[in-house]
């Protein structure tokens, strides 16, 4: 099956630095996602590309859609307390029909110092 | 409009014990997902269905079951649990477009002693 890697696994920053992490597959995905976890909660999207090359913000957030289909990073500038959680990035591949599975990395965990 | 909930938060069972765990949306999607995750493994999908009536196998099926008897529910079935079965469960729903995202429940802690 396809396969994410990602990576950091985990980042330990000061407040005020800009985070960098990102996502390689082994085949081509038509859809990246980022997701958050706060501890004991589910994952909230943050970010959602659909086109390869596309490069979308929102807010201090910004990821890009790799043009081989294949990768995906997600920048996060002047870090923040509440920025601390863990990090996921998810591959969706429409294979017709109405299958739509998402394949997620094993995450980065995030922590940053005050 | 409470999104995905999910029934228990906690759970701790014996080996060989049975559950279910339930799933519920309101947002009417057709699309619902159960996953795992365990530690440094992300997530893991178990069983999803595409709309009312329809299950189909995910990546770590075995050991489980689902049944999508009502568009807004989805449930989970263990029939005899195992250790290897300890994990947080999420569930989550997305709607029928390509461009719809997954949304997630807050979890399920199961603990099989």
């Known amino acids: 099956g396809q396969q994410l890697n990602q990576s950091p696994q985990s980042m330990f920053i000061q407040e005020g630095e800009d985070v960098s992490m990102n996502c390689t597959s082994s085949?081509?995905?038509?859809?990246w996602l980022w997701y958050k976890q706060d501890p004991g909660e589910g994952p909230v999207l943050l970010i959602a590309?659909?086109?390869?090359?596309e490069l979308t913000s929102n807010g201090r957030l910004t990821a890009q859609f790799g043009i081989t289909r294949k990768d995906s990073f997600l920048n996060i500038s002047a870090s923040i307390p509440s920025d601390v959680g863990i990090y996921f990035c998810?591959?969706?591949?429409?294979?017709?029909?109405?299958?739509?599975?998402?394949?997620f990395g094993k995450g980065t965990l995030l922590t940053v110092n005050p | 409009n409470a999104g995905v909930t999910q029934t228990p938060k906690f759970r701790v069972l014996k080996t060989g014990q049975s559950m279910t765990l339930l799933c519920a949306q309101d947002?009417?999607?057709?699309?619902m997902y159960w996953y795992r995750q365990d530690p440094g493994m992300g997530l893991r999908l178990i069983h999803y269905?595409?709309?009312?009536?329809?299950?189909a196998k995910g990546e770590v099926p075995d050991g489980y079951n689902v049944s999508r008897l009502k568009k807004q529910n989805f449930l989970l079935g263990l029939e005899s649990a195992a250790p290897s079965q300890t994990s947080v469960y999420f569930c989550?729903?997305?709607?029928?477009?390509?461009?719809?995202?997954?949304?997630f429940g807050p979890g399920t802690r199961l603990t099989v002693l």
């Open positions: 989550a729903s997305k709607a029928g477009g390509f461009a719809d995202t997954q949304y």
């Open positions: 269905s595409v709309g009312e009536g329809t299950t």
């Open positions: 998810a591959g969706q591949l429409f294979s017709g029909g109405s299958n739509y599975k998402l394949t």
């Open positions: 085949s081509i995905f038509n859809t």
């Open positions: 947002m009417n999607h057709e699309y």
């Open positions: 590309l659909y086109k390869a090359g």
